[in-house]
C-alpha cells in the first residue's frame, strides 16, 4: 500500500510562483499531479516516470508547470510558476504502483492507484 503526504499550497498572486511536495512511503512506476475543483472531473496536471524521469504534462501546464523527483527523499515536486486565476484548484499527488498506465500524454485518471489527501492552490490578487 502506497501512501502519499503533499504539502506545499497555499494563496499567491497572479504571476507567482507555488512549490508542490509529495513523499510517498512505496516504490511506484509512475508519480503525477492532479487539480479538481467542486463540480468538474478531476484532471492531470504532470506526471514523472519514477525510473525513466520522462515528463508528461497537460497542455494548459506547459511552460509554466516543472514536475521533477529526488529519489532518495521519495519526493516528488511541482515547480508552478506564472500562476493563473484559473488555477486555483485542489491539487492531489497520484501514484501508479505497478499499471504502467499513468504515464502517458492524457493523465489518465482511472490509471491512479493511489491518492494523497490534496493540497490547496489559490492564486488571486
Known amino acids: 500500500q502506497v501512501q502519499l503526504v503533499e504539502s506545499g499550497g497555499g494563496s499567491v498572486e497572479p504571476g507567482g510562483s507555488l512549490r508542490l511536495s509529495c513523499t510517498t512511503s512505496?516504490?511506484?512506476?509512475?508519480m503525477g499531479w492532479f487539480r479538481e475543483v467542486p463540480g468538474k472531473p478531476r484532471e492531470g496536471v504532470a506526471a514523472i516516470g519514477t525510473d525513466s524521469g520522462r515528463t508528461y504534462y497537460a497542455d494548459f501546464v506547459k511552460g509554466r508547470f516543472t514536475i521533477s523527483q529526488d529519489s532518495a527523499k521519495n519526493t516528488v515536486y511541482l515547480q508552478m510558476d506564472s500562476l493563473k486565476p484559473e488555477d486555483t484548484d485542489k491539487y492531489y499527488c497520484?501514484?501508479?504502483?505497478?499499471?504502467?498506465?499513468?504515464?502517458?500524454?492524457?493523465?489518465?485518471?482511472?490509471?491512479?492507484?493511489?491518492w494523497g489527501g490534496g493540497t490547496l492552490v489559490r492564486v488571486s490578487s
Open positions: 497520484a501514484a501508479d504502483r505497478d499499471m504502467r498506465r499513468l504515464c502517458r500524454t492524457h493523465l489518465p485518471t482511472n490509471a491512479v492507484q493511489a
Open positions: 512505496g516504490a511506484t512506476i509512475c
